[in-house]
């Protein structure tokens, strides 16, 4: 048995419990696990019968509370994909106007940045308080950590994109 406890935003407390409860369940489900949820305290209590079953659901949870909806979230339960959490206070983002620029370089005018970084990585970003999470597939995830970092670290969103069409070439 394993067992573990995470914190999420009060306000992503109904996204994770779902109409009815229904994305909780499909969660317990397929994750072959027990959730608890105490709303007061934004705590949830995950049972798990072994670790993988753990950590998945965990990255499942995270995905939800970072901003991503829960059918996002779900590519997690695949094989094949993972998460990502990029802490965007890293790249000197020590004040709230340095940390919204930094937001706002990565999701660029009308959004227009994020959706070419999905379009070009088959990823899935999703940029809330301090973080990037980005879900997808283990190759495709490192590209588009590399290009936000990029980004992050003052490159142009132009050289980002050179980069991820670069690599999609080869």
Same mark, same amino acid.
């Given at each position: 048995?394993?067992?573990?406890?995470?914190?999420?935003?009060?306000?992503?407390?109904?996204?994770?419990?779902?109409?009815?409860?229904?994305?909780?369940?499909?969660?317990?489900?397929?994750?072959?696990?027990?959730?608890?949820?105490?709303?007061?305290?934004?705590? =949830? !209590? @995950?049972? &798990?019968?072994? %670790?993988? /079953?753990?950590?998945?659901?965990?990255?499942?949870?995270?995905? +939800?509370?970072?901003?991503f909806a829960?059918?996002?979230?779900?590519?997690?339960?695949?094989?094949?994909?993972?998460?990502?959490? =990029? !802490? @965007?206070? &890293?790249?000197? %983002?020590? /004040?709230?106007?340095?940390?919204?620029?930094?937001?706002?370089? +990565?999701?660029?005018?009308?959004?227009?940045?994020?959706?070419?970084?999905?379009?070009?990585?088959?990823?899935?970003?999703?940029?809330?308080?301090?973080?990037?999470?980005?879900?997808?597939?283990?190759?495709?995830?490192?590209?588009?950590?590399?290009?936000?970092?990029?980004?992050?670290?003052?490159?142009k969103q132009?050289t980002a994109?050179?980069?991820?069409?670069?690599?999609?070439?080869?």
């Amino acid at each position: 048995m394993s067992f573990s406890t995470i914190s999420i935003p009060k306000a992503r407390i109904k996204v994770l419990i779902g109409k009815n409860g229904a994305i909780r369940r499909n969660i317990e489900n397929r994750g072959k696990v027990k959730l608890y949820v105490h709303s007061d305290t934004s705590e =949830i !209590d @995950i049972n &798990a019968k072994d %670790a993988l /079953s753990l950590m998945t659901v965990e990255n499942v949870i995270k995905a +939800i509370a970072r901003g991503f909806a829960p059918k996002k979230a779900f590519l997690l339960f695949r094989e094949n994909y993972f998460f990502e959490i =990029i !802490d @965007i206070t &890293a790249f000197k %983002a020590k /004040s709230k106007s340095r940390l919204q620029t930094l937001r706002s370089r +990565i999701i660029g005018t009308n959004g227009v940045t994020k959706h070419l970084l999905q379009k070009y990585t088959n990823c899935f970003l999703s940029i809330q308080g301090k973080t990037v999470s980005i879900i997808g597939e283990a190759e495709n995830i490192m590209l588009a950590k590399q290009a936000v970092e990029m980004i992050l670290d003052g490159a142009k969103q132009a050289t980002a994109y050179h980069f991820l069409e670069k690599s999609s070439h080869n």
